[in-house]
Structures are given as C-alpha cells and as structure tokens.
C-alpha cells in the first residue's frame, strides 16, 4: 500500500488559484498551469490494457445490525487522443469524458493526473489521479477562498442550526452563525482542520475524509451512526454517504459553545442549546459533502 499510502501526506497545503466557479470547457489552459493539490474523494484500484479500464471500488453496507464490505469492480474505457488528452469512460456507455492529462514523471502511460476538460475554469476542478495500480477520483483545488463558491448552501445551514437564513454568512473561507466562526485552516488529502471562536476563545476540528474502498473506514463510518443512533440523534438506516466524514472536536470546543450559548441569552429562556457540537459537525460534513460533489 506504498503508493496509496503517498496519496495522504501529513503536510498541509495552501489553497492556490482563481475564483471561477462557471462550468467553461474553452482552450485548455496547458498542463504545466493546471493546480497540482487536491483533495481525494474516493479511492480505488485499476487494471489499464490496450484501451480496456477496469476500476475496482470498495462498496460499504449495513445488514444485522453490522457493516458489510467488498470490492467491486466495473468495466471502462481509457485512450489517449494526444500527448495531453485523453478519453475516459467510466459507465460502459461509450460516452467518453475528455480529460487534459499530465504525466507521472518516468511513468508510462495511464500513470498521471487527469483533468476533466469541462471542469477547468471551475474552483474545484473534478479529475482522476492513476498511480498504477491505485486509482483515486480527485478535485483538484482552483481557488484561494474554499467557501466563496458555496453560497447555495446558506440555506442548509441555517436549517442544520435551525436559526434564520440571514444570520449565516459566508466569506472567503469562514463560515459565521450568529457570531460563531468557523474558519478553514488547512488541508490534506483526506483532511480538513478548521477554527471554531467565538469571543476570543478557540478551539480546533479535525476533519477526515472516510473511504469505502477501505475495509476500517467502512467500520469507523458505521460506527459513527451506531453511536448517533444509541445517542437518539437519528433512526434512518445506516447510509454510507452521510457518515463518510469522521469530525474531532478539541476540548476546548465546550467552552466556545459554552460562552456561545450564554451570550445568546439562551440560559436565561431555559433553552438547553443552541448550537451544539453534532450542529457544528453536521454543518461541516454539510461542507464535506459539497466539495466531494455532493448536494
């Protein structure tokens, strides 16, 4: 697991590149101007032969009260069209997706990154990274301001914390709910660290990207809902998709809620909450699911 292993540095990287967020398929930018960090989405393997493309995903359910995972793999298609194009299908469909491709260095061919050419003047640019025999669907990050492009989901997270629409705001890479700030730090490949404040005190959230093709990731996620589920916090059945994201609160998150709560005068109406932290996480995996592509 070497090269997987090489996908999820420990180093955090800054955000770099334009603001656009339109779906403009015009000239291709050349790849040596294409961003080169990302954040990975999901993960898997791959089989390249003669133009045949198979991929082979991890698949995670719930049966019995306990998690079920396998592999599965599907048939596809990859052809180069030139030197820096290339023709993916990924349905068995025969539609074919045109990609911009970048080499790995003193790889062959499909080894490299894969932008989708639709998608690059968007802020989160959809792509493939193919590091044979490891395949990993990306989004390569095109912008300086993670949140700017988000402002559609106002509407969610004021329903999440259940207050009114106008008191969530939206900057650069800070989301604000009636003055509690939480703010993007930094990121990894499979992680995100965020700032919680609010009137002078901080605290920190961990925010890590879970993996069906990983067999722990599946029964860290299932986990997760068996805990929410113990807690009363939800009674749907386990989906994958709405626990793939594992949040860490730092200690000291109680006391910024804590202050929170108080300051709102909420103690004194004998409310038991406003924000509280699984509001805060909701909010965040919210994030997370809209950068992996996600409504």
């Given at each position: ?182 703010e993007y730090m930094s990121h990894e490949k499979d992680a995100i ?59 000291e998150c109680s006391d910024v809620l804590s202050d929170f709560h ?34």
């Open positions: 697991m070497k090269k997987l292993l090489a996908l999820l540095p420990a180093a955090t990287f800054a955000l770099t590149g334009c603001l656009s967020s339109s779906d403009n398929s015009a000239t291709a930018p050349a790849t040596d101007t294409l961003p080169t960090d990302y954040i990975v989405l999901e993960m898997g393997e791959f089989v390249y032969e003669d133009g045949n493309f198979a991929v082979t995903r991890g698949s995670c359910t719930a049966y019995a009260n306990d998690y079920q995972w396998k592999k599965e793999q599907g048939p596809g298609f990859l052809r180069a069209i030139d030197d820096h194009t290339a023709g993916i299908d990924l349905t068995a469909s025969g539609n074919k997706v045109s990609y911009e491709y970048k080499a790995l260095a003193g790889e062959p061919f499909p080894n490299g990154s894969f932008y989708k050419s639709s998608s690059l003047k968007n802020s989160l640019i959809e792509g493939i990274i193919l590091e044979d025999p490891y395949y990993s669907d990306v989004a390569f990050i095109n912008t300086e301001c993670l949140f700017q492009n988000f402002g559609e989901m106002q509407q969610t997270m004021a329903l999440i914390a259940k207050v009114p629409q106008n008191t969530v705001t939206m900057e650069c890479n800070k989301i604000s709910i009636q003055g509690l700030s939480m660290k965020y700032k919680l404040s609010f009137a002078g005190k901080t605290c920190t959230m961990d925010h890590r990207f879970l993996y069906a093709y990983s067999k722990d990731d599946c029964a860290k996620a299932f986990a997760n809902y068996q805990q929410e589920y113990e807690n009363g916090e939800t009674d749907d059945f386990f989906d994958f998709e709405l626990y793939d994201q594992d949040l860490h609160a730092s200690a108080n300051a709102t005068g909420l103690a004194k109406s004998g409310e038991t909450s406003t924000i509280s932290e699984k509001q805060v996480k909701d909010i965040l995996r919210a994030v997370g699911a809209r950068l992996r592509g996600r409504k």
